[in-house]
């Protein structure tokens, strides 16, 4: 197949994550193909993050002095960062999380619930994503309702008018399947929660690493996503909604520097972003995001799109030639992102993960927090390999001979 989309730049971007030169143990080269659980990080994110440590280290909007200037004004640059990221209209949309799964469980603890209303998810969905609305529904009495998934790993939206009611209070969705790959008619589904008064929440801890994003042409209320899968560091995640909608709701936790004023009778709270960012903030992790997404849109992330497809297409022309082995999720490139999750019949998810891991493979074995997924194509877990922009063929070439070593070693041939 031509390898056309690949980024021309791909060995000076590889010097950019200084991991990716490492030796293991055993003196194998670490071949990364687990992005899609945490990325690797370019040395510009690394240098930001200690720069800020050891220059401007304070407190934000707190300190009367200059660090404290300082790190504010970094911090408050980041939330401009991502708002450039997003094309959000307005920087107050903005709001710091600690990850996704915090940002998901603001809005499934402030949107309200009650009886009659209903949430409608996906079954392809994380965890994240499934629990935090079931805890919002059993505390409201709403009901939870599902899109189902199709054969090929699409979902199944034969019956969305039935699904989506003039009852539906929220539908939330992944614009990215972190298991299947599967990528998902957002702005589509997004309409639909429009169409009958319901918000429309997002996922896009997946999509957001290789596809531009745009909210305004998503259409969408409510969007999320986490650093750490954007090149970013761990420990913060980001909330973006429409700024009326998120002034509308009320406080996630309370604390310091979301109020307006307290009193020991009552408090008034700030507006939106700082109504949901109580207490100190993870402020070198936000700084290290906006340096994160600042990089990644140098980059491109229309190439880092092209990129993703080309390797995608190779790693699936590439499995296809296992014997025995099954990807779950289309097998188109053009409709899925860069996770692959597949079986390989006769072995064990965790033996070929272990046995990979001893070539200095490096992938994910489990049900990568989507048991209904994987329930509902009837296995309990899979193995998942994820590139990103610093993937090479070679090292797909180097998946591919691992999985053929492992049914040698496990005697299938």
Not at 337 to 349: K, N, Q, Y
Not at 386 to 398: C, F, Q, R, W
Request: glycine share 8%.
């Amino acid at each position: 197949m031509t390898l056309d989309g690949l980024l021309p730049e791909l060995e000076v971007i590889r010097k950019d994550f200084p991991i990716l030169e490492r030796q293991l143990a055993d003196g194998k080269p670490l071949v990364y193909l687990d992005s899609a659980n945490t990325s690797q990080k370019p040395q510009v994110v690394i240098d930001t993050m200690v720069d800020h440590l050891e220059r401007h280290n304070a407190n934000i909007a707190r300190a009367m002095h200059q660090l404290g200037a300082e790190s504010t004004e970094a911090y408050e640059a980041a939330r401009d960062q991502v708002a450039a990221f997003l094309h959000a209209p307005s920087r107050n949309e903005v709001v710091f999380t600690k990850n996704a799964t915090e940002a998901l469980n603001l809005l499934a603890r402030t949107i309200e619930l009650q009886p009659g209303d209903n949430v409608v998810i996906t079954e392809m969905e994380h965890h994240s994503n499934i629990v935090s609305w079931q805890l919002a529904c059993e505390r409201s009495g709403a009901e939870l309702r599902w899109f189902g998934l199709t054969e090929d790993g699409h979902l199944d939206l034969s019956n969305a008018d039935q699904l989506v009611d003039e009852h539906t209070k929220v539908v939330a969705f992944t614009w990215v399947s972190n298991m299947l790959g599967t990528v998902n008619p957002v702005a589509r589904l997004s309409e639909l929660a429009r169409a009958v008064g319901a918000y429309s929440v997002v996922d896009a801890s997946q999509a957001a690493p290789q596809l531009p994003i745009d909210v305004t042409e998503v259409g969408c209320d409510f969007l999320v996503f986490t650093g750490h899968k954007t090149v970013g560091p761990t420990g913060i995640g980001v909330l973006w909604g429409r700024e009326e909608l998120l002034n509308a709701l009320p406080p996630f936790h309370g604390g310091g520097e979301m109020i307006e004023t307290v009193t020991m009778e009552r408090s008034t709270y700030a507006a939106a972003p700082h109504r949901f960012e109580a207490g100190t903030p993870p402020i070198v992790e936000a700084v290290g995001l906006g340096a994160a997404l600042d990089y990644l849109s140098q980059v491109g992330l229309d190439a880092v799109h092209r990129h993703e497809q080309t390797i995608t297409a190779y790693a699936l022309e590439g499995l296809a030639t296992v014997k025995g082995l099954r990807v779950l999720g289309p097998l188109d490139a053009t409709q899925r992102g860069g996770a692959i999750s597949f079986e390989l019949a006769g072995v064990h998810p965790h033996d070929i993960a272990t046995v990979l891991d001893t070539r200095g493979i490096a992938v994910r074995a489990g049900h990568h927090c989507a048991k209904p997924a994987h329930a509902r194509y009837g296995v309990q877990s899979t193995t998942r390999m994820s590139s990103y922009l610093y993937t090479t063929p070679e090292e797909i070439d180097a998946l591919v001979e691992g999985l053929e070593q492992t049914r040698a070693y496990f005697g299938l041939d």
